[in-house]
């Protein structure tokens, strides 16, 4: 199994990742923690880096296309793996493409966690909070200002790889604001459908759904969330996830999304 988890920071991520390594006996590759981990040993590519993240930017993409290179090579990750925060733009997903391509492997999903943005300021905080309190050492970019940057980066240089990966029919959906274990379970739902014949959503059926992210993103969602939605009619299964949800009410745009679950918190 080879998956992409795609969402902006905070959107749990590495959270996800964690629940999914046990379920398919796959590792999990974070490039924020290699990089995090370059930095703190010193080496080149973390003292090209350091700065770089603190300020909340992406570090050149040839820098972490080299590390992903490296790290997918080594014997752990035969079996597969979940890459946490790579790729985030679109040279790195075709230079992954290109990586798989030469080791004659494929890509098994992309899952986006769509979130509100608007309340991941919030979610952040708190974690920085609760780091805080257990008197835990903060991330030198886990701070307001910074991740407005990291948002910033994410909405312009990232969000378009849900389009992407959608032209490619690899994107699945999942919403992000969901309980923590709900996602999960959206997520290996959303997967599992992929045993199912995919069929392409028609143009009109993926225009009435929505999503909270840019334009791009949406489009891209709704389309999978199209395709999503007969798949899983056709095993005739019930779903609770977000592009379940977006298929069975197809004129609610995310914004209609209830108060109770904007002011849930992790
Ligand atoms: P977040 O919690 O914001 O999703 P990560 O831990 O994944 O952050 O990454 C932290 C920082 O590391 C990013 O803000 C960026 O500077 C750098 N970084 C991580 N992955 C990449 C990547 N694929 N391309 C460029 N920079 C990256």
């Known amino acids: ?41 010193g080496t080149p590519v973390g003292l090209k880096a350091k700065d770089i993240m603190a300020r909340g930017e992406l570090v050149p993409d040839d820098v972490v296309v080299a590390i992903v290179a490296d790290r997918i090579a080594q014997p752990d990750a035969k079996n597969g793996f979940i890459l946490d925060g790579f790729p985030r733009t679109v040279p790195q997903a075709q230079a ?21 943005e608007n309340i991941l300021l919030e979610r952040i905080e708190n974690r920085i909070a609760q780091a805080q309190a257990r008197g835990e050492p903060l991330r030198p970019d886990d701070n307001p200002a910074v991740l407005r940057k990291r948002l910033q980066a994410y909405r312009e240089q990232t969000a378009p790889l849900a389009a992407y990966y959608a032209l490619k029919r690899e994107l699945r959906s999942v919403d992000g604001m969901a309980p923590i274990g709900e996602v999960t379970a959206a997520i290996a739902r959303a997967l599992s459908g992929d045993n199912v014949k995919k069929k392409k959503a028609s143009p009109a059926k993926a225009e009435r759904n929505g999503n909270v ?3 791009h993103a949406a489009k891209a969602s709704s ?19 977000g592009a379940a949800r977006a298929a069975r009410k197809p004129t609610a745009r995310r914004p209609a999304r209830g108060k109770s679950s904007r002011t849930r918190k992790r």
Do not use: F
């Not at 969330?225 to 779903?239: F, L, M, N, T, Y």
């Open 1 to 41: 199994m080879r998956l992409i988890l795609l969402g902006p920071p905070g959107a749990g991520k590495g959270t996800q990742a964690q629940r999914l390594l046990d379920r398919y006996g796959i590792v999990q590759l974070s490039t924020g923690d290699m990089l995090r981990a370059a930095v703190a040993t």
């Open 96 to 116: 992954l493409d290109r990586m798989l391509a030469a080791n004659g492997l494929k890509l098994d999903g992309v899952v986006e966690l769509r979130v509100d």
């Open 213 to 215: 992210l840019s334009g």
């Open 223 to 241: 389309h999978r969330a199209g395709g999503a939605s007969k798949a899983s009619r056709a095993k005739g299964k019930a779903r609770t996830g």
